[in-house]
């Protein structure tokens, strides 16, 4: 019986404190870090954050699609902007 292999997620998210702001950390696949604060504000994390970061622990994958949801629009404005004829 052969094993098959099982392929890392796209994106790693970990909830997080910055400058003691609760939000997520998110590692996209392009190797960039971002910073989702809970208020809605995004900031690209630079090396000089880390000093002031908390990591608090990894984010399931709902959390993950949350947050790209966000950055897409908001979930709201997703689901009333799609396609729904059958094709």
């Given at each position: 019986m052969q094993t098959l292999p099982v392929a890392e997620p796209n994106v790693k998210a970990f909830r997080a404190l910055l400058y003691e702001?609760?939000?997520v950390l998110g590692k996209l696949?392009?190797?960039?870090?971002y910073f989702f604060d809970d208020d809605?504000?995004?900031?690209?994390?630079?090396?000089?954050?880390?000093?002031f970061t908390t990591i608090l622990g990894r984010c399931d994958l709902a959390?993950?699609?949350a947050l790209l949801d966000r950055l897409h629009g908001s979930a709201p404005w997703i689901c009333t902007h799609r396609l729904m004829e059958v094709k």
């Open positions: 702001r609760p939000g696949a392009d190797g960039r870090i809605g504000a995004i900031v690209d994390f630079e090396p000089e954050h880390a000093v959390e993950t699609q």
